[in-house]
């Protein structure tokens, strides 16, 4: 679910800050403490001080409209690159490295490393792409 909110963050051009509570023990107890004990991902805090945990889309387009967002259209463009910086493609990409190196097979090193280099690449220009705003 995390892709695809920080998606519909992004169509909004809402500003927000990422943080992996799997690495920030301060962050995980505040997620822990809002949803009843739960570690649940994602919990969105917004400035008002609401949350929404695991909201669908409608859910959370209708709160980002709420405070003033209009939440774009999902474009073909959108959709290649929140599959590129998905987790599962960079998951793959190891995978293809490794297999390839351990067996010896090109094609699946090219493979996995394709998908390596498009994950960064989309990461790259969308930071890119929301710095120069």
Known sequence: MVPAVRSTLRRADAEYEYINITFDALARQQVV????GYASVPT???PDGSTLTE???RELEAKLRSVGLEVGDVTFLD???DFAESPFVRM???VFVAIGIIN???ILLMAGLVLLVLGLLTHYL???TR???
């Open 55 to 57: 909201p669908s889309s």
């Open 104 to 106: 010896n097979t090109p």
């Open 126 to 128: 969308r930071s890119a």
């Open 131 to 133: 710095s120069s705003r």
């Open 92 to 94: 793959f990409g190891i």
């Open 33 to 36: 403490e809002i949803n009843n």
């Open 79 to 81: 959709r290649i690159q």
């Open 44 to 46: 969105l805090v917004f």
